[in-house]
């Protein structure tokens, strides 16, 4: 079964607001998650490494004040796009690992498909 | 820091061998294979460690050559169910996190 959750797996926005993306990892903890983004037929795009009681760590021409990261908890995760634009809209994926390191598979969610109209 | 996959795109007759293959110009320090279907979540393959190792389960297997940076994914006898994109991601400079290569879509036809 699934290791990791994510909510909503579909959502339609309108241009201006915020949506709240959250990751959940089901029978672990995870100090680490990953966000990416995925375009249509295009690569998982990694944005960010969101860490457990610390701030988020970014990857390069990612704005961190459009994409807020908080990982409060071992076990939550979330993405908040702020005031969305239609350019924006993109297939946003999380992922967690069961231990840190290199040697350990990546458990992604479901994704969720944003809109933003 | 994006590895390199090719080919871009791979259609087969069921029954039928692919190689997929993944380069880096940085040293990698583990190699990751998944696959992704269409609308889904990734999902795992298999991981690479060390240089020259090869791993294998069911006619899906790879190997990983360190030296030369790359890694190969062998598809043997596909099947129906191989259908899909398939990602390699590496770990750059130690750390967890994984930068996917750009994929290789993969179509096998009855």
């Known amino acids: 079964g699934a290791v990791v959750s994510q909510h909503p797996s579909r959502v339609i926005c309108k241009s201006g607001t915020s949506v709240k993306i959250e990751c959940r990892s089901l029978?672990?903890?995870?100090?680490?998650m990953f966000w990416y983004r995925q375009f249509p037929k295009k690569s998982l795009m990694l944005m960010a490494t969101?860490?457990?009681?610390?701030?988020?760590?970014?990857e390069q021409g990612v704005e961190k004040d459009k994409f807020l990261i908080n990982h409060a908890s071992l076990t939550l995760s979330t993405l908040t796009v702020t005031s969305a634009h239609p350019e924006d809209s993109s297939f946003y994926i999380c992922?967690?690992?069961?231990?840190?390191?290199?040697?350990?598979?990546?458990?992604f969610g479901n994704g969720t498909r944003l809109t933003v109209t | 820091q994006q590895p390199v996959q090719s080919p871009q795109a791979v259609i087969l007759r069921e029954g039928e061998d692919a190689v997929i293959n993944c380069s880096s110009s940085?040293?990698?320090?583990?190699v990751h294979w998944y696959r992704q279907k269409h609308g889904e979540a990734p999902i795992f393959l298999m991981i690479?460690?060390?240089?020259?190792e090869q791993k294998g389960h069911d006619k899906i297997s790879a190997s990983f050559n360190e030296k030369k940076q790359q890694s190969s994914l062998y598809l043997t006898a596909s099947q129906l169910s191989y259908s899909g994109t398939y990602f390699c991601?590496?770990?750059?400079?130690?750390?967890?996190?994984?930068?996917f290569g750009q994929g290789t879509r993969l179509t096998i036809n009855p």
């Open positions: 690479l460690l060390k240089g020259g």
């Open positions: 029978d672990f903890q995870a100090t680490t």
């Open positions: 991601g590496t770990a750059i400079g130690g750390a967890q996190k994984l930068v």
């Open positions: 992922s967690a690992s069961r231990s840190t390191g290199t040697n350990s598979p990546l458990h």
């Open positions: 940085k040293a990698l320090y583990s």
């Open positions: 969101s860490n457990e009681g610390s701030k988020a760590t970014y």
